[in-house]
């Protein structure tokens, strides 16, 4: 399969006033994946044995990619394949524990401590759960698993019924998620979403009835003509249905929707809906788990903490088009379901492109992504590096201090209340020389990227 997607395309740099946003201007960049790829040569054999520069937390994040939709929906930048049935993807698990295979063997590998495991998409409910239960099954015996993980799936509420939640609960699933975005139908509507608030409402309280305990949903606002009771409404029937996790979104209209773009509140309604939103939470004794995820209390996203939460731990994402963050390398795979096939049969290791980080990029990905967290403790960043945090980044941080963005609680570094709203301005103050005006990477700009050759672990080369 020939490749027409350049790898600079994945993370790509830009002008310096174009990447930054000052405040108080708002930085809407979101910043999920840190550091960035850059270069077009990657050592794969560096990947799977142990790491010259400090590991922090071994703890892992495992993700299962799955790229693959039955529609469309419009405000979607991530890629994605559309499929016509769930048995098109009925060899896809098969695959994925192959991949599990290839790192299993590996030196690194050995030393990671699972702790969560996430099927997003996509529309992860596209796979049976018997096919999710062999995943399962398989990172459980492979991995050094002191506890029985977290393990949540994430689907479209049209994918599933109260027979399908039943099997994901008797395979080990012990969270889910679903695509909500409003109980509001004129709202899905003009969004171009299929689903309808009767099934919204359904698959949730079948949630309920099939037990349960752990429930997420995903929810917009600032969605065009949208005011604060309405939101409120959104906000209350989530309650009153037994969710326990909402990660909440400012709608972000793809260029499909311009005509839309006009009737969307103003940014500083923007702004207000947002600290509503945290009010409200507040009152109902929810936690602010990071930017933009609030949970009930024992119910905190564990696949967050690890991935952002300082200090961080591996994330290694699996499946088609899935980007990782691990021992010290951060990547993604070919954005092919096809030649993600043809690969993983082949015994190699199915990544199109990534980046070896140096001691500047594992120092800075602490603040980066930690920010989102809300709280960045200083005491396991000197305990590795052997400086202060503090004294790294003290220009930085006075700055931030004097904008009213942090400020400091006995060596950690606190997010404001104002700062939540500029997450990703803070997050941002903290990238380093090299990721400066690199843009995060949404699969979609390169969907069907495939690499000119792959690497088998097993035969210590490398094959088209």
């Given amino acids: 399969m ?3 997607i350049k790898i600079t395309e994945l993370c790509p740099k830009v002008p310096f006033e174009e990447w930054n946003k000052q405040y108080p201007l708002v930085d809407n960049e979101y910043v999920w994946i840190y550091p960035l790829i850059r270069d077009a040569y990657f050592d794969h054999t560096k990947l799977l044995s142990n790491n010259k520069l400090p590991i922090i937390n071994f703890e892992t994040s495992v993700y299962i990619h ?3 939709c039955l529609f469309h929906c419009p405000m979607c930048f991530f890629y994605h394949e559309i499929l016509s049935s769930k ?3 009925s060899w896809y698990a098969d695959s994925l524990i192959k991949e599990i295979e290839l790192y299993s063997n590996s030196d690194f590998y050995k030393n990671i401590s699972l702790k969560t495991i996430y099927f997003g998409g996509g529309t992860a409910t596209l796979l049976s759960p018997k096919a999710i239960g062999k995943i399962i099954n398989t990172l459980i015996a492979k991995t050094n698993t002191p506890n029985f993980p977290e393990i949540t799936v994430e689907g479209h509420p049209l994918t599933v019924n109260s027979d399908y939640l039943k099997e994901l609960k008797e395979v080990g699933v012990n969270r889910v998620s679903f695509g909500i975005q409003s109980f509001n139908d004129s709202n899905l509507k003009l969004l171009g979403l299929k689903q309808t608030s009767e099934a919204n409402i359904k698959v949730l309280t079948n949630c309920a009835k099939v037990g349960f305990d752990s429930v997420a949903i995903d929810l917009l ?5 949208q005011n604060l009771n309405d939101l409120n409404i959104q906000l209350e029937k989530a309650f009153d249905l037994g969710v326990k996790s909402i990660s909440t979104y400012s709608l972000g209209l793809s260029p499909r929707q311009e005509k839309l773009v006009k009737f969307q509140p103003s940014e500083e309604i923007d702004k207000e809906m947002f600290y509503f939103i945290n009010s409200k939470m507040q009152d109902k004794g929810w936690t602010h788990v990071a930017q933009p995820d609030y949970a009930a209390p024992g119910f905190e996203h564990q ?3 690890v991935s ?4 961080q731990g591996q994330n290694l994402s699996l499946g088609a088009g899935a980007f990782s963050v691990f021992n010290n390398n951060v990547y993604c795979n070919v954005h092919s379901l096809k030649e993600y096939k043809r690969v993983t049969d082949n015994n190699c290791l199915p990544i199109f492109a990534g980046q070896q980080m140096d001691l500047e990029d594992c120092i800075s990905r602490y603040p980066v992504l930690g920010t989102r967290c809300f709280r960045i403790s200083n005491k396991p960043f000197l305990d590795v590096y052997g400086f202060n945090l503090l004294d ?5 941080i006075e700055k931030l201090i004097n904008q009213g963005l942090i400020e400091l609680d006995n060596q950690d570094i606190i ?3 104002e700062g939540k709203y500029y997450i990703d301005n803070i997050s941002k103050s903290f990238y380093s020389e090299k990721n400066i005006c690199h843009l995060q990477p949404w699969g979609g700009t390169v969907a069907g990227a495939v690499a000119e050759k792959y690497y088998s672990p097993s035969t210590k080369s490398y094959i088209p």
């Fill in 87 to 89: 048995d098109e993807l």
């Fill in 221 to 225: 606002y600032r969605i065009p003509n």
């Fill in 308 to 311: 952002w939460k300082a200090p």
């Fill in 415 to 417: 997010i404001t209340k």
């Fill in 66 to 68: 799955v790229p693959a």
């Fill in 392 to 396: 790294k980044y003290k220009t930085v």
């Fill in 303 to 305: 696949e967050l903490l």
């Fill in 2 to 4: 020939k490749n027409t």
